[in-house]
């Protein structure tokens, strides 16, 4: 199993890498220097809160052959535990400017299958609340009888 590298330090380990088998190689997420150009394939992740798909991953290709793969999560750390999805809109955008043109769109819809249930979880929270503020009147209400 090959630890998740910088990109950089694997392009020097090219051919040590092939001579061993590898055709693919996992980077850091965390690397600044991820081949955003090379992008060949985009994909959501196989994590999942609230039946949303949390992460997603890209797949570049080296014009060596070689594949380079990282996943980006796009929810902050911590979110787990919350109770309600927390997409990082920051790091959205980011990555949606480092991408080419025509691979904004595949990310884009990627990211677009996500709105509804966003959308579902905001309904039921703001409804959730207009019941607590409902509530805390008719508490009050009945305290100044």
Same mark, same amino acid.
């Given at each position: 199993?090959?630890?998740?590298?910088?990109?950089?330090?694997?392009?020097?380990?090219?051919?040590?890498?092939?001579?061993?088998?590898?055709?693919?190689?996992?980077?850091?997420?965390?690397?600044?220097?991820?081949?955003?150009?090379?992008?060949?394939?985009?994909?959501?992740?196989?994590?999942?809160?609230?039946?949303?798909?949390?992460?997603?991953?890209?797949?570049?290709?080296?014009?060596?052959?070689?594949?380079?793969?990282?996943?980006?999560?796009?929810?902050?750390?911590?979110?787990?535990?919350?109770?309600?999805?927390?997409?990082?809109?920051?790091?959205?955008?980011?990555?949606?400017?480092?991408?080419?043109?025509?691979?904004?769109?595949?990310? =884009? &819809?990627? /990211?677009?299958?996500?709105? !509804?249930? $966003?959308?579902?979880? +905001?309904?039921?929270?703001?409804?959730? =609340? &207009?019941? /607590?503020?409902?509530?805390? !009147?008719? $508490?009050?209400?009945? +305290?100044?009888?």
């Amino acid at each position: 199993m090959l630890n998740d590298s910088k990109y950089q330090k694997a392009l020097k380990l090219l051919d040590h890498y092939k001579a061993i088998g590898f055709t693919e190689i996992p980077l850091d997420e965390n690397d600044p220097d991820l081949p955003w150009d090379d992008v060949v394939e985009i994909a959501d992740g196989g994590t999942f809160r609230f039946n949303v798909s949390i992460n997603m991953h890209f797949i570049a290709l080296h014009n060596s052959g070689m594949k380079f793969r990282w996943y980006i999560n796009l929810e902050p750390h911590g979110s787990n535990g919350s109770g309600t999805l927390r997409f990082d809109t920051d790091l959205c955008v980011k990555v949606y400017n480092k991408l080419l043109p025509h691979k904004r769109k595949i990310f =884009a &819809a990627i /990211l677009d299958s996500k709105v !509804a249930a $966003l959308q579902k979880q +905001a309904e039921e929270y703001s409804n959730a =609340a &207009a019941q /607590l503020i409902r509530d805390a !009147a008719t $508490l009050k209400g009945l +305290a100044l009888v």
